[in-house]
């Protein structure tokens, strides 16, 4: 187990910067998932934690060590890939044998060890068939004991379950999430499926254009976005987004929508005084739909545009006056399609963000 740390990393490729200067550390022993949309640099920072790829700048340590020059079979990690990369001229048994041949460990050292990692994977039936033979969740698992075979100080994962159906996904989750805390290996875990991290992570990550946009919790990043990026990244569906007016009454700042009057506490005010618009933002969760304003709520007069039935739950998607709003609700709620409604919240779930930097104005 080790601590991973970057220091000023950045990476280009030609004209394209795939990472800005990033510092980060991952903590010895925990569950770090890296999230992103496609192409934010995600994969590139794991191919710079692995030694695949080197940095164009910036430093790599593995504890105290420097391993920003050394390559990948030189830092002592484990490694599984997306597509799982098993060798498919050999068998399961030798795939995870593999890297304790290389390390010329004798035959029947391997042997233990490839069936000490079987039985902790579930797999010891399927030793002796070729990856061809194995679903895609069995395949997964091979590669997990390959990467975990040489007991390695760090398990580096890039989006290794998003080969599999949804529900196999959600079953391997709390697995590997279990395997993990066992195990206490330091984890690095790439994702873009924001549920899969908030899910596993005992720290977030979340990273867009190159740039580290929050490190927090699930809880921190949920509940207190820094920016719009992450607020609107985060949580199925999305937080929803209002642009409204910066008004003044008497000392007060408030925001205005419609004929929606939201006036924050002092420190947010301020914040706001010298804006000419703020960007009011709130999770679909913490809205509740009625005919009549709800009694110390903030409210937003909307029609209803469509109601779609989950089965566990609605996602009613309103307008507020040109604005796209969705609320989840019981699955009782299903207001007429073009009724005029009201959207309630509680004024301590909205945040307010600057329309300029983006920035959470708390
Ligand atoms: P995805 O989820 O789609 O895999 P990602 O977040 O992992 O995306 P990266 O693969 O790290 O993103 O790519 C970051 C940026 O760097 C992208 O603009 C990509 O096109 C570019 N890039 C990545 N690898 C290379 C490469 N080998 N050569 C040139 N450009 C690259």
Same mark, same amino acid.
């Given at each position: 187990?080790?601590?991973?740390?970057?220091?000023?990393?950045?990476?280009?490729?030609?004209?394209?910067?795939?990472?800005?200067?990033?510092?980060?550390?991952?903590?010895?022993?925990?569950?770090?998932?890296?999230?992103?949309?496609?192409?934010?640099?995600?994969?590139?920072?794991?191919?710079?934690?692995?030694?695949?790829?080197?940095?164009?700048?910036?430093?790599?340590?593995?504890?105290?060590?420097?391993?920003?020059?050394?390559?990948?079979?030189?830092?002592?990690?484990?490694?599984?890939?997306?597509?799982?990369?098993?060798?498919?001229?050999?068998?399961?048994?030798?795939?995870?044998?593999?890297?304790?041949?290389?390390?010329?460990?004798?035959?029947?050292?391997?042997?233990?060890?490839?069936?000490?990692?079987?039985?902790?994977?579930?797999?010891?039936?399927?030793?002796?068939?070729?990856?061809?033979?194995?679903?895609?969740?069995?395949?997964?698992?091979?590669?997990?004991?390959?990467?975990?075979?040489?007991?390695?100080?760090?398990?580096?994962?890039?989006?290794?379950?998003?080969?599999?159906?949804?529900?196999?996904?959600?079953?391997?989750?709390?697995?590997?999430?279990?395997?993990?805390?066992?195990?206490?290996?330091?984890?690095?875990?790439?994702?873009?499926?924001?549920?899969?991290?908030?899910?596993?992570?005992?720290?977030? *990550? $979340?990273?867009?254009?190159? !740039?580290?946009? =929050?490190? /927090? &919790?699930?809880?921190? #990043?949920?509940?207190?976005?820094?920016? +719009?990026?992450?607020?609107?990244?985060?949580?199925?569906?999305?937080?929803?987004?209002?642009?409204?007016?910066?008004?003044?009454?008497?000392?007060?700042?408030?925001?205005?929508?419609?004929?929606?009057?939201?006036?924050?506490?002092?420190?947010?005010?301020?914040?706001?005084?010298?804006?000419?618009?703020?960007?009011?933002?709130?999770?679909?969760?913490?809205?509740?739909?009625?005919?009549?304003?709800?009694?110390?709520?903030?409210?937003?007069?909307?029609?209803?545009?469509?109601?779609?039935?989950?089965?566990?739950?609605?996602?009613?998607?309103?307008?507020?006056?040109?604005?796209?709003?969705? *609320? $989840?609700?019981?699955?009782? !709620?299903?207001? =007429?399609? /073009? &009724?005029?409604?009201? #959207?309630?919240?509680?004024?301590?779930? +909205?945040?307010?963000?600057?329309?300029?930097?983006?920035?959470?104005?708390?």
């Amino acid at each position: 187990m080790v601590e991973v740390r970057l220091v000023e990393v950045s990476k280009r490729f030609g004209s394209v910067e795939a990472l800005k200067n990033v510092t980060l550390t991952f903590e010895d022993g925990a569950f770090t998932a890296l999230l992103g949309p496609s192409g934010s640099g995600k994969t590139t920072l794991l191919y710079i934690i692995a030694g695949i790829y080197k940095p164009t700048s910036g430093k790599v340590y593995f504890g105290e060590r420097d391993v920003t020059n050394l390559p990948p079979n030189k830092r002592n990690i484990g490694l599984v890939f997306q597509n799982y990369a098993l060798y498919p001229h050999m068998t399961v048994y030798e795939n995870i044998a593999f890297p304790l041949r290389l390390r010329k460990l004798p035959p029947s050292k391997i042997d233990e060890k490839v069936r000490e990692v079987a039985k902790l994977l579930h797999i010891e039936e399927l030793l002796d068939r070729y990856p061809s033979q194995l679903s895609g969740g069995q395949q997964q698992r091979v590669a997990m004991a390959r990467a975990l075979v040489k007991e390695p100080d760090v398990l580096l994962l890039d989006e290794p379950l998003s080969n599999l159906d949804a529900l196999l996904r959600v079953k391997i989750r709390a697995e590997l999430k279990r395997l993990q805390k066992d195990l206490g290996i330091t984890t690095i875990y790439v994702t873009h499926d924001q549920a899969e991290a908030l899910a596993m992570a005992d720290t977030v *990550v $979340v990273i867009d254009r190159g !740039v580290v946009q =929050q490190i /927090g &919790s699930p809880d921190e #990043i949920y509940n207190n976005p820094r920016n +719009l990026f992450v607020a609107t990244f985060i949580g199925s569906p999305p937080a929803n987004i209002i642009t409204a007016k910066v008004v003044k009454r008497g000392k007060e700042v408030c925001a205005a929508v419609g004929n929606t009057l939201i006036c924050p506490d002092y420190k947010i005010g301020v914040r706001m005084a010298n804006l000419e618009e703020v960007v009011i933002a709130f999770r679909p969760e913490h809205a509740e739909i009625s005919e009549a304003p709800l009694e110390g709520m903030v409210s937003f007069e909307a029609e209803v545009y469509a109601v779609e039935t989950l089965g566990r739950e609605n996602i009613v998607t309103l307008v507020v006056g040109a604005t796209p709003v969705k *609320v $989840v609700t019981k699955p009782d !709620v299903r207001p =007429q399609l /073009g &009724s005029r409604v009201y #959207i309630n919240v509680p004024i301590d779930k +909205l945040k307010y963000f600057d329309p300029e930097t983006e920035l959470n104005l708390e």
